[in-house]
Every structure is written in structure tokens, then in C-alpha cells.
């Protein structure tokens, strides 16, 4: 039972659903670069994509209480990281 209830939409939106298991695709690379021999310096780069479908959309098609469609969302996201290493 719901005591609170925050949720708002606009008036062409019918209903959303977010999937409880979504499977991911991650893809990754790096660089090295040496800068003397206790140090290191790190360039990487990172790529994460939903293979299935992570939200669900429901939306009128026209005004309201016409047909509806509806719109399937697949999450995406890059990153690049730089790092440093040393020896003690």
C-alpha cells in the first residue's frame, strides 16, 4: 500500500514500467604510458549499453483516451578515467 504518492506525468502519458532484470553490455579499453621507471600514467575509456529494454514508455497517441504507443528505452553511458601509479 502506497501512503504517499509523488508521482506526476503529463497528460499524453498513459504509464511507465522499469524492468526488475535488464542484461548489459560492457566494453572497455586503456593506455599506458611509462613517464620514468617508479611512475605511470593511465588513459581508459569505458562503454556500458542495456541489451534489453530498461523502461517502457505508454504514451497517447493524439489527446487523451485515443490509441496509444508505446516506447521502449535502452540506457547508454561513457566514461573516460585517468589515473597515476607510482612505486614507493
Known sequence: MKLVNKTTYGIDRYGFKTNPVVLDLHLGAGISFVTSDNARIFL?????SDLTHA???????GA???LIRTRFYQLKTSSISLGFQWAL
Open 44 to 48: 581508459l575509456y569505458d562503454y556500458s
Open 64 to 66: 487523451p483516451n485515443e
Open 55 to 61: 523502461y517502457k514508455e505508454e504514451l497517447y497517441w
